[in-house]
């Protein structure tokens, strides 16, 4: 699946550059690329380690572990309680996902130790400004997915079952060891959708937790309560996809609804997690300037002001590739309605070397850290504050 995370890197290095709004000097444009490749160089280099369980990927079902996120039903049926969905399986069904399935009256997970996908990252790309600027973050991910987005950009690792996709054996305990090998500072659970492998995610946020590493999720957000509180006390950070702020585009487009991701938002900023927001603008679909307003008010009353929220450029994807791209006038319209609405940091991404890379401080607007796509360039923070003093909400030190 490696191939997959380079067409995306080269991509958000390559198509941004066709805007006439960012024609980059040449010395920079190549400062980018070699950074995105250095990130996917470092993935090689941790699949090509001798006798690394990596060399292990193969097609087909290579573990599965019981969960405990289900409610047995009558006649050996379940109801798995993971996610709002809560799927009935017959014994030998699967649930939407793909990847869990009743076995004789037990919910059990089919990717559990067996990501499809391994590999370092600039932490930039998750994508998390507010954490650990300039850092590196180990990525994994497994087959499976709980929502169905006709804009995926991960369609044939995430939407197909586990044993259409190479997967790999790399228990709890290993990817913390290749994290510190990596010289990685976090992990990162993104790319794929962690909700559906939740009890990995467990297992490696307990042990990188151990070893002072931070855990952050990258996550769609439609997730049932008591698991994603359950997980809360070994999370550092979430980036949660907020899709769009409208019923009808979540159900038609992504195959879900909006109030329990919403109710995610919530639970996560009660529990005093880190919380980012991505949300990608489709032309036509979820752009309208009324509801992203209402969305950035919603934000800014719900969760606070400081939540940093990401506007991410669309490319023709998946089911939707006869749309053009997001307009930059229509990101940078976005960003001026977020602000209005009160929330203090606004970001534009794959829009390289964009103003709104960068992060500015809310009191006398100095730009505190300066972004080049993945690569910080310039970053003034002191313990968290600007050099006026003023404090900026985030993770600055692991």
């Known amino acids: 699946m490696l191939y997959i995370a380079v067409l995306l890197a080269l991509l958000s290095v390559m198509m941004p550059l066709n805007s006439h709004r ?5 010395r920079k444009f190549l400062r980018r690329g070699v950074g995105t490749l250095c990130s996917l160089g470092m993935a090689g280099q941790l699949a090509a380690k001798d006798n690394s ?3 292990t990927a193969r097609l ?17 049926s379940i109801s798995c309680e993971l996610c709002p969905r809560r799927c009935r399986l017959a014994p030998g069904q699967r649930g939407f996902c793909r990847v869990r399935e009743n076995r004789e009256g037990e919910c059990y997970t089919l990717v559990y130790g067996n990501p499809a996908l391994i590999q370092n990252d600039p932490i930039e790309r998750k994508p998390f400004f507010h954490v650990l600027p300039g850092s590196r973050a180990l990525s994994i991910s497994t087959a499976g997915c709980n929502m169905e987005c006709k804009f995926c950009e991960v369609w044939d690792m995430a939407l197909v079952a586990p044993e ?7 228990p709890p305990h290993a990817v913390v060891r290749y994290a510190r090998e990596a010289n990685a500072q976090s992990i990162s659970y993104a790319f794929g959708e962690p909700v559906v492998f939740y009890e990995y995610v467990h297992s490696i946020a307990t042990h990188a937790k151990n070893d002072s590493l931070l855990n952050l999720l990258h996550t769609n957000g439609y997730i049932s309560p008591s698991p994603l509180k359950a997980l809360c006390d070994r999370l550092d950070a979430v980036n949660l996809d907020l899709k769009a702020f409208d019923d009808t585009f979540y159900r038609d487009i992504c195959g879900g609804e909006l109030n329990p991701v919403l109710a995610s938002l919530q639970l996560l900023n009660k529990e005093g997690i880190h919380v980012e927001i991505t949300n990608i603008l489709i032309p036509s679909m979820n752009d309208h300037p009324d509801t992203l307003r209402k969305m950035c008010r919603w934000i800014c009353h719900e969760l606070g002001p ?11 994807l998946y089911k939707l590739a006869n749309l053009p791209p997001t307009p930059v006038s229509t990101l940078e319209r976005s960003r001026e309605i977020a602000m209005e609405e009160g929330l203090k940091f606004v970001y534009l991404a794959r829009v390289a070397g964009h103003k709104a890379e960068s992060t500015f401080c809310p009191n006398c607007g100095t730009a ?15 313990d968290g504050k600007c050099p006026c003093g003023e404090p900026v909400p985030g993770r600055w030190k692991a």
Not at 22 to 26: A, D, E, G, Q, T
Not at 164 to 170: F, I, M, N, Q, S
Not at 368 to 382: A, P, Q, S, W, Y
Request: charged share 20%; aromatic share 14%.
């Open 368 to 382: 505190v850290i300066e972004r080049l796509g993945f690569v910080v360039e310039n970053n003034l923070l002191k």
């Open 164 to 170: 259409e996709v190479y997967a790999y054996d790399v």
């Open 60 to 76: 087909g079902l290579i573990k599965a572990k019981r969960s405990p996120w289900f409610k047995a039903l009558e006649n050996g």
């Open 53 to 55: 369980p990596l060399q």
């Open 306 to 316: 400081n939540v940093p929220l990401h506007f991410g450029r669309f490319y023709p």
């Open 22 to 26: 960012n024609n980059l000097p040449r």
